[in-house]
Structures are given as C-alpha cells and as structure tokens.
C-alpha cells in the first residue's frame, strides 16, 4: 500500500538552527494497517506525517503510494487520494461555513468544480446519516456554522471529512492531544469505528504509550529521525508501557524523557 523507503530531511541546511528532521527512513504499510507511532520531541513522527502528505519536499528517498511514486507530487494533487487530521481542532474546518458545506467541500476532494447547485438532496441525506453515527446530534444541526461548535464536536466533523471518500490512508497527527481526556475518549473511539468500518490503512501519531498499545495492530517508536521499533501482532497485543520505556534505553542508550507521555 505504501512503501517509505530511505527518506531523509533536513531544515534549515547549513544554518545554525538545522534540524535532520529524518535520517534514511524506511517502513512498509501494508493494506489495512493501523499503525501508532511514538516517540519523543523532536523524533521526526509529525515530519513522517508531512511527508507522506507532500507538506515538504523530502531530500531524497522515496515514497510510493498504491504502486504510485508520489515523492515530488505536490501536497494538492496528494489530497485527492489523503485524509488527515491535524492536533489543532480549527485546522481542519471552514468555521465561517455550515456543516453540511464542509461536508461537502470534503466530498469533492479531488473533483473538478462546476456551476450546479452546491449541494443536491441525495448528498444531504448522506451527510446526515454520516453524521448520525457520530452520535453527536450534529446531523440536526447541518445548517450551523462549524465556528459554533466545540472543539470535540469540531475534531469529531474533521474525522468524518477526513474519511468520507474512503482515502487510501488516513493521517492522524496527535488529534486528541488538544482536547480534555473524556473528550479525547469519544474522538479515539469514533476513530476505531471508522477506520474499522472503512477497513482504512490509517497512521497515527499519539503521545500516549497506553493508546499507542490499545490501538492498532502496529506500534513503531521514532527516536532521532529514525525507526528503532517496529512491533505487531501478538507481540504488540502483550506490552506494557514499561516495556517501551525499556526497548527505548535499549536502543537510544538514554533513559525516555518526555514527560507528557510519561504522565499520559
């Protein structure tokens, strides 16, 4: 489904503040994955994640999506075929814009534009019926502005958009990290759901080592742009977060020091 394979990235070459953001970076998802990835501040998570999306241009390597090279494709053209969501509740709405106006805007991902009526009565009945299954009431709210809505129910609307024409892989980026813990449970849970019901190829980024273990049937653990742990299966299914903690002094030679995810 997709192959990354020996992707590097550096910002800001050759000044004081450069970054090797990725150092030769290689994974293989596999149709259906549900991968967690993990790792401290600074490991390159959220970077894979822009890659993958086209946000930077990557140094060199390759990625190729579905037998497709995608590596120098614009982040536009990858959008057709890409669902994402982002940490921030606001980035992935048109807040001065209805419900079913996003929706919409969502639905078309990838269509050329024409001058028919914005919204036909068969779309209206599958967006409230896709709405419905959120569980939310917002599928008798489709004509409220997204910029009245809280930033779970706005989180909630993203990941519907986001997986609404069934993307070939669906990008988390810490997507609950910026909402209360009974909140971010619901979105978590609702994005179990879809990616079940979908049968989606999706790749998260989380700081909680419990969810990173709970969800998913793959966990990788970043450190320092690189991979350091791959793990699946059965062997995904028995961990402990103390087991993690180890395997990163394992192989970091260091002890894990991010508090957030210590504490979460």
Do not use: C
């Not at 596999?30 to 086209?54: C, E, R, W, Y």
């Not at 980026?173 to 910026?178: L, M, N, R, S, V």
């Not at 028995?238 to 180890?246: A, I, R, Y």
């Amino acid at each position: 489904m997709l192959n990354i394979t020996e992707v590097y990235k550096t910002f800001n070459t050759g000044t004081i503040n450069e970054k090797k953001a990725l150092r030769g970076v290689s994974l293989h998802v596999h149709p259906q994955d549900f991968i967690t990835i993990i790792g401290g501040n600074g490991a390159g998570k959220s970077t894979v994640l822009n890659m993958i999306a086209g946000v930077y241009a990557i140094d060199s390597g390759s990625i190729v999506l579905d037998g497709k090279d995608i590596s120098r494709q614009p982040e536009y053209k990858r959008a057709e075929f890409l669902g994402r969501v982002f940490q921030d509740p606001m980035m992935g709405t048109a807040a001065d814009m209805e419900i079913q106006e996003n929706l919409a805007l969502a639905f078309r991902r990838g269509k050329k534009r024409g001058l028919s009526w914005g919204i036909t009565k068969e779309e209206k009945e599958l967006y409230y019926d896709a709405l419905k299954k959120l569980d939310l009431g917002l599928e008798e709210r489709m004509t409220s502005k997204v910029g009245l809505l809280s930033g779970g129910q706005r989180q909630a609307l993203t990941l519907l958009m986001a997986s609404l024409k069934k993307p070939k892989v669906l990008l988390l980026d810490e997507h609950t990290a910026a909402l209360d813990p009974k909140t971010a449970k619901k979105v978590l849970d609702l994005t179990e759901n879809i990616i079940t019901e979908h049968q989606l190829t999706a790749l998260m980024v989380t700081h909680n080592m419990k969810d990173a273990i709970r969800l998913g049937n793959r966990l990788i653990m970043m450190h320092e742009g690189k991979i350091i742990y791959d793990v699946s299966g059965e062997e995904k299914q028995n961990l402990q977060v103390s087991d993690l903690l180890q395997k990163f002094e394992e192989v970091s030679g260091g002890e894990f020091a991010n508090d957030r995810m210590i504490l979460a």
